[in-house]
């Protein structure tokens, strides 16, 4: 099925740092949406964005909905070793209205 | 609130048999999704219901595959017969609202192992 291009695939990061990822499309989304998965468990939303431009905060989470429709961003303040995880973009295409998922970013900190 | 509720959580069956795997969404959700997640394809939505009704099965990968939501508690995947290649994780998740208004909680997920 159709996904998402989301990039890194994976990464190691000391704790203590940033971390960036994102997501791209050739399709134009109505509503971003950004989950992390921890092993053996479902994906739990994070951050919800529903306008292009909007930069939506969770904590030491931010998230933007690229003004192209075509993007969103996640950064990770101060990472810390819970942050470990799957990351998932999932965006709802404006034909279909239905969410597609990326291929997801794997995180590991080191402390 | 219990969230959404997979049973089992781990099912291992031989090639060839039948599986069913069962979705309790969270109360007073109208619409329910179950996705399949591999290594190789990601998450892949593979039915959607609203109000009880199929109204999406696009994703569904053939006809071994079949979903019922007989009520708005309950919803079972049932695969027949089963193959190797399905071997997966399966997820149900919920929402309030229909499709794309409201975002979705997904329970923990069903580990299949066909052998």
């Known amino acids: 099925g159709q996904q998402l291009n989301q990039s890194p695939q994976s990464m190691f990061i000391q704790e203590g740092e940033d971390v960036s990822m994102n997501c791209t499309s050739s399709s134009i989304f109505n509503t971003w949406l950004w989950y992390k998965q921890d092993p053996g468990e479902g994906p739990v939303l994070l951050i919800a964005?529903?306008?292009?431009?909007e930069l939506t905060s969770n904590g030491r989470l931010t998230a933007q909905f690229g003004i192209t429709r075509k993007d969103s961003f996640l950064n990770i303040s101060a990472s810390i070793p819970s942050d470990v995880g799957i990351y998932f973009c999932?965006?709802?295409?404006?034909?279909?209205?239905?969410?597609?998922f990326g291929t997801g970013t794997r995180l590991k900190v080191l402390a | 609130d219990a969230g959404v509720i997979q049973s089992p959580r781990h099912e291992v069956t031989e090639m060839g048999q039948e599986v069913t795997l069962r979705c309790k969404p969270i109360?007073?959700?109208?619409?329910l999704f179950w996705y399949r997640q591999t290594m190789m394809r990601g998450l892949e939505l593979l039915i959607y219901f609203n109000n009880n009704v199929p109204i999406d099965d696009s994703g569904m990968p053939e006809d071994r595959f079949s979903a019922k939501m007989p009520n708005a508690s309950f919803s079972t995947l049932k695969i027949q017969p089963s193959e190797p290649r399905d071997s997966a994780v399966y997820f149900c998740a919920s929402s309030l609202g229909a499709w794309g208004n409201t975002e979705a909680f997904f329970g923990q997920g069903t580990r299949l192992t066909v052998v």
């Open positions: 999932a965006g709802q295409d404006s034909g279909t209205y239905k969410y597609i």
């Open positions: 964005l529903y306008k292009a431009g």
């Open positions: 109360s007073g959700h109208n619409s």
